[in-house]
């Protein structure tokens, strides 16, 4: 059973909305208690801001509402629907190597994390075997791959629809120091040219990584940011020679994270 006061169930409302999910519930305080009556939603009454003389009413959330966000991964907006308080973070004790200047901060971590705000998150896919499923020149983008978590004021900033949104792992060094090998960059989907940067691509049935520049309405510049070009040349591609399933765009850079010299079996090679 979820319950959620009506301020609660109006910001669900919202958050849901901002990923692309519109759920069945009223989008205002006044539409959740008509609701409430015209359906015998459970409710009950508590201590607690947000109703008249400190008492605050609590409405069970619809089965088929909670079903809809486990479906489509967004079950971490209800707050207390797997537990009433949220999973704690667990630290290690050891201060060996910490300054001794942040050493307060370090014991004081487990503390610190749970009193962070969990709950304005966003799930966006994270395909680390996409290179393991090239073949036959096409990529099974599948729907139930891994995740990666990003704040919601995040993507709001990038001002781009969270479903339009994925990641993969990086390998190799063309396209150093830009991206680095066993990092993990995000893209957003994309068919066509948008501008110079740095786009994920197939050519025949090879997946790339690499800047792309345009020369002519046809033809570009394939470019790798490491400045060792007699191993990574800038090549010319001519769009007019390929046939269309030749050639795809998936997508153009937006951020990525990495650690150096970290070598990741599992990852889109960057040839």
């Not at 003389?53 to 079903?67: D, F, H, N, R």
């Not at 978590?149 to 150093?176: E, P």
């Not at 994920?200 to 940011?225: G, M, T």
Request: aromatic share 10%.
């Amino acid at each position: 059973m979820v319950e959620l006061g009506a301020q609660e169930i109006t910001e669900l409302v919202e958050k849901a909305s901002e990923l692309g999910v519109q759920l069945d519930l009223p989008t205002t305080k006044t539409g959740v208690k008509k609701r409430a009556d015209s359906q015998n939603w459970q409710t009950r009454t508590v201590k607690g801001k947000g109703g008249r003389a400190g008492l605050k009413t609590l409405y069970s959330l619809p089965t088929q509402v909670i079903e809809e966000l486990e479906r489509k991964g967004l079950s971490h907006l209800i707050e207390g629907h797997t537990s009433s308080t949220p999973v704690p973070f667990y630290s290690a004790t050891s201060i060996s190597g910490v300054p001794e200047s942040m050493q307060a901060a370090v014991q004081n971590y487990t503390m610190w994390a749970n009193e962070q705000d969990r709950s304005s998150v966003v799930p966006i896919r994270y395909y680390r075997h996409v290179y393991a499923s090239a073949g036959a020149g096409e990529i099974a983008w599948d729907t139930s791959c891994d995740v990666m978590w990003f704040r919601t004021s995040f993507i709001n900033y990038l001002g781009c629809d969270a479903a339009h949104l994925f990641c993969t792992r990086i390998k190799g060094d063309s396209m150093f120091p830009t991206l680095i090998d066993g990092g993990t960059a995000l893209w957003r989907t994309c068919t066509e040219y948008a501008g110079e940067g740095i786009y994920i691509l197939r050519q025949f049935n090879e997946i790339r990584v690499k800047r792309l520049v345009r020369h002519n309405r046809h033809s570009f510049h394939i470019i790798s940011d490491n400045d060792n070009k007699s191993i990574y040349p800038t090549e010319t591609l001519d769009l007019s020679e390929y046939e269309p399933h030749e050639f795809e765009l998936y997508g153009k850079y937006l951020w990525d994270c990495g650690i150096s010299d970290h070598s990741i079996s599992e990852s889109v090679i960057i040839p």
